[in-house]
């Protein structure tokens, strides 16, 4: 059976290296198996980032081979369905840690740009966890650091040239944006001009070389396993998209594509591509209709068929991502992920614009999200989600172009949302809607003594002040643990700055965008649109704490896992 293995999983450390290191321990004839495996251990863990970002995925080619040598080299043992089920276990917590994502792009290109901090306090509050710059603004990077969000920051088009001319050029671009911020700010990638082939052509000759010099910069200060280098395509480089099984690259670009591609493989990332159905449908004619690349539901006679694979194709977006895969295909690359750096829709256009509107723009992404955390997959590769960053996080009013170019955005510059978006089941993201305003309430039928030792714990360790419960209190009435539930664990959860976690209780209380704000008692989260969260006032989510939490639980399952294996080797 093949295991569907995550995006952020290839992207990290291709499951396909494992190969020769377990190759070349496993012919190590000098050492007992269980020292083999031993070895094996020792050598993925201090050749992964261990100090700054841990690599579940190194870990996984650990148990990998730990499970190799346990069910195989070692056969007809007890302890066999023991290393089975803990091997399970592993593969469930790094698939559980590496999902595909949503991110958002963040232009700058406004008139009253906020302030960085600014920025990064609105990424808490919508528990955004991943971005992508367009540049490398020091400011920017400095205010991003201790967060956890990761970050991809960007060398400019204008800077491609001086990059992929020179090797100190590029050494120095790392080193005054990248070392001088890492791992503070934790930097995921770094992408080499965007477009640039259809924008830049002239830089075109020497892309390959700037992937390749940033690349060699990233190695020499020890970087290469924890950032990623890549470059963003426009998805109008593939010809003939439809059906996806006959799409090919446009080939008077293959020979730089040809070379970028092994440069991709060989360094594990990915091939970004850049996707708008906005554009697609405006050029289409009426030829494509507009629920297709809205994601909204088709009955199976109006999906598009590919003829040649009899895949069924519901939506643009999953056409476009499959069409890349088909075109690398042709050139013979079949294990380089898909990472789609833009897409996203206008929320308001000129006259020759008519749906660009606030409806399609909210149809569009929420749909979009939805698609990508639901895991939903491609047809050609069902169930393995593309990474996705939403362009963009705030208007651009000062962007050259029609209408359009200047409302691709969720929020406005005072940080207000343009769009309510209809998310229901997408976890933390965009705080499942785009005001903020989230609250914490005890479930429906919820049993009653649960209820009571969760409002017990939130009143007494969890300190959150419970005084406004007290009888001739504000919110004493209604009289009932469950509405008095719900306030302590509103305050516990904006407390705690609706940190993932903060909101469970055991499994009695949910998270809700109905105010439960009652006549005089007024809940923390109910100040209004937005609050005034971006002056400061609001509950700040200590995202460093929660991820250094999340990552150390991790961690400290993967070492009580490796000392049972060991222990059961020598049991």
Not at 12 to 30: G, I, M, N, R
Not at 245 to 270: C, D, H, I, Y
Not at 313 to 319: E, H, I, Q, W
Not at 473 to 484: F, G, I, L, S
């Amino acid at each position: 059976m093949i295991i569907p293995l995550p995006l952020d999983l290839l992207s990290d450390f291709p499951p396909h290296h494992c190969l020769p290191f377990y190759l070349k321990f496993s012919h190590c004839y000098c050492a007992s198996y269980p020292t083999r495996f031993f070895f094996v251990l020792l050598y993925f863990i201090s050749f992964s980032p261990l100090s700054t970002t841990f690599s579940p995925s190194l870990c996984l080619c650990v148990l990998i081979s730990g499970f190799a040598f346990g069910m195989l080299r070692v056969p007809n043992k007890p302890q066999n369905m023991a290393i089975l089920l803990l091997f399970v276990l592993v593969v469930s917590l790094v698939a559980a840690d590496e999902d595909a994502f949503i991110g958002v792009n963040i232009g700058t290109d406004l008139s009253d740009m906020p302030h960085p901090t600014q920025v990064v306090a609105l990424l808490k509050a919508q528990q955004i966890r991943h971005v992508r710059l367009f540049n490398a603004d020091s400011s920017m990077l400095i205010a991003l650091a201790n967060t956890g969000i990761r970050v991809t920051v960007s060398i400019p088009n204008e800077q491609v040239l001086g990059v992929g001319q020179s090797n100190s050029t590029a050494a120095n671009w790392v080193s005054r944006n990248i070392v001088a911020h890492y791992p503070a700010t934790n930097i995921t990638t770094i992408t080499v001009g965007s477009e640039v082939l259809t924008t830049l052509p002239n830089a075109a000759p020497v892309l390959v070389n700037a992937l390749k010099f940033i690349h060699s910069a990233l190695l020499a200060s020890n970087l290469d396993r924890q950032i990623k280098v890549s470059t963003p395509l426009s998805s109008s480089i593939i010809l003939d998209s439809f059906p996806p099984s006959q799409a090919f690259f446009n080939r008077s670009w293959n020979p730089v594509l040809v070379p970028m591609l092994k440069f991709l493989q060989s360094t594990g990332s990915f091939l970004m591509l850049n996707i708008y159905p906005y554009y697609d449908y405006m050029q289409s004619n009426g030829v494509i209709p507009l629920d297709y690349t809205l994601f909204k539901p088709l009955p199976p006679n109006k999906e598009a068929v590919d003829a040649n694979t009899l895949l069924h194709y519901s939506n643009v977006f999953d056409a476009m991502v499959d069409a890349a895969y088909f075109a690398m295909a042709y050139l013979n690359f079949t294990n380089i992920p898909v990472m789609v750096t833009e897409s996203g829709w206008p929320s308001k256009g000129g006259s020759n614009e008519p749906d660009a509107t606030v409806e399609n723009a909210n149809t569009y992404n929420s749909n979009l999200i939805r698609h990508v955390l639901n895991k939903t997959g491609t047809p050609k590769h069902p169930g393995i989600a593309v990474s996705t960053y939403i362009y963009e996080l705030y208007n651009e009013d000062m962007k050259a172009g029609p209408i359009s170019e200047k409302n691709w955005g969720l929020f406005d510059a005072n940080g207000t949302p343009i769009y309510i978006l209809h998310l229901t089941e997408s976890g933390l993201v965009l705080a499942n809607d785009t005001t903020n305003q989230t609250y914490c309430a005890a479930k429906d039928g919820a049993d009653e003594k649960m209820l009571q030792a969760a409002l017990d714990w939130a009143c007494g360790p969890g300190k959150v002040d419970c005084s406004p419960l007290r009888q001739g209190k504000e919110c004493y009435e209604p009289d009932n643990v469950a509405a008095h539930s719900t306030y302590a664990f509103d305050a516990y959860y904006h407390q705690m700055g609706k940190a993932p976690g903060t909101c469970d209780f055991n499994g009695v209380a949910a998270i809700t965008t109905t105010n439960p704000s009652h006549g005089s008692c007024i809940f923390i989260g109910s100040g209004g649109m937005n609050g005034s969260f971006l002056n400061g006032t609001a509950p700040s989510m200590n995202s460093t704490s929660t991820s250094s939490a999340a990552g150390n639980a991790f961690m400290s399952s993967i070492l009580i896992i490796e000392v049972i294996i060991w222990s059961v080797f020598f049991s």
